[in-house]
T-cell receptor, first 111, second 118 residues
Framework: DAKTTQPPSMDCAEGRAANLPCNHSTISGNEYVYWYRQIHSQGPQYIIHGLKNNETNEMASLIITEDRKSSTLILPHATLRDTAVYYCIVRVVGGGNQFYFGTGTSLTVIP | GAVVSQHPSRVICKSGTSVKIECRSLDFQATTMFWYRQFPKQSLMLMATSNEGSKATYEQGVEKDKFLINHASLTLSTLTVTSAHPEDSSFYIC??????????????FGQGTRLTVV
């Protein structure tokens, strides 16, 4: 079962930073936070993941609060191609390794 | 990144027939693969975990006799929808993790298979 809560939808102006929040207040110490996105009629695309430290890669930054109860995915300069559904997933490492998807946030980047 | 390939991308079948969907990890080995189903405007729902060389583990409420899973090699898992009916029409997606990459690495997803049962 998904253990995350995300706003159902958000808008962002093209070229601006998109900040997508995720609440995971029941996260355990051995659970990682993963972010994926799904563009219409495609398989999900991996974005980034982290345990407790902030992470950055070529696609995005992940900010995890100190208590790990929430996180924010930051797309620094949103483009129209970033319009997608973004999923925040909490996964237990070393268990069944399954990824359970919640309802996600539908991000629309506006020209 | 690593690539997971699904085939076919689209399939239309008649009610009562069976359909097989293949999921391949192209440049890594995967002892475990995952099958999801997604209905329009809904999230992905995990159906089952496919284990190489052993039986699949099904999520609660998923009929194992209807959705047959075979994971015969470290790079191939198949999902067969048996005696398909219109309500089985959906977007089926597989995913896999690189077994050699460590337990906290990401999973990669196939492009999905759109099944339409008429």
């Amino acid at each position: 079962d998904a253990k995350t809560t995300q706003p159902p939808s958000m808008d962002c102006a093209e070229g601006r930073a998109a900040n997508l929040p995720c609440n995971h207040s029941t996260i355990s110490g051995n659970e990682y936070v993963y972010w994926y996105r799904q563009i219409h009629s495609q398989g999900p695309q991996y974005i980034i993941h982290g345990l407790k430290n902030n992470e950055t890669n070529e696609m995005a930054s992940l900010i995890i609060t100190e208590d790990r109860k929430s996180s924010t995915l930051i797309l620094p300069h949103a483009t129209l191609r970033d319009t997608a559904v973004y999923y925040c997933i909490v996964r237990v490492v070393g268990g069944g390794n399954q990824f359970y998807f919640g309802t996600g946030t539908s991000l629309t980047v506006i020209p | 990144g690593a690539v997971v390939s699904q085939h076919p991308s689209r399939v239309i079948c008649k009610s009562g027939t069976s359909v097989k969907i293949e999921c391949r990890s192209l440049d890594f080995q995967a002892t475990t693969m995952f099958w999801y189903r997604q209905f329009p405007k809904q999230s992905l729902m995990l159906m089952a975990t496919s284990n190489e060389g052993s039986k699949a583990t099904y999520e609660q409420g998923v009929e194992k006799d209807k959705f047959l899973i075979n994971h015969a090699s470290l790079t191939l898992s198949t999902l067969t929808v048996t005696s398909a009916h219109p309500e089985d029409s959906s977007f089926y997606i597989c995913s896999a993790r690189d077994t050699a990459a460590g337990v906290n690495t990401e999973a990669f997803f196939g492009q999905g298979t759109r099944l339409t049962v008429v």
